[in-house]
């Protein structure tokens, strides 16, 4: 149970700091091309956003890895499973369904990561 917990908090969380890495760093115009979403929301909910996901991602392997507060991991993954029905929904709402396969893969990872998280 901990070598695969281990295994997919660390795939979510290269993903989450990237992601949300870009999301904090780069400007609208550098954002647009890949997330066309980002033109029709604020630049601080996007700055948000990011920040959420470089918490999201701190939080599942900060706490278990240190061995202090890893509670914290099962709120990370829960968080992130609720951001990214949040994220599929806004697709859907956007007539987006073919870009809803991403939050979809990330919403089982991390729903077994709380899964993992609360067996282990």
């Known amino acids: 149970m901990k070598i695969a917990y281990w295994i997919i908090a660390a795939l979510l969380c290269v993903f989450y ?4 890495g ?7 115009q550098q954002l647009a ?12 909910l ?25 509670a ?4 990370a993954a829960i968080g992130l499973v609720v951001l990214q029905g949040l ?5 859907l709402s956007r007539g987006e369904a073919g870009d809803t396969a991403l939050n979809g ?5 991390a729903a077994i990561t709380v899964w993992l998280a ?3």
Not at 46 to 70: C, H, K, N, Q, S
Not at 72 to 75: D, G, T, Y
């Open 17 to 20: 700091l990237y992601a949300g």
């Open 22 to 28: 870009k999301k904090l760093l780069q400007s609208k």
């Open 33 to 44: 091309p890949m997330m066309g979403w980002v033109d029709a929301t604020p630049m601080w």
């Open 46 to 70: 996007v700055r948000g956003i990011g920040a959420v996901e470089v918490l999201g991602a701190a939080g599942l392997v900060l706490p278990p890895a240190a061995g202090i507060a890893t």
């Open 72 to 75: 914290l991991a099962l709120a």
């Open 87 to 91: 994220a599929a929904g806004l697709h």
């Open 105 to 109: 893969t990330l919403i089982v990872l």
């Open 118 to 120: 609360t067996a282990w």
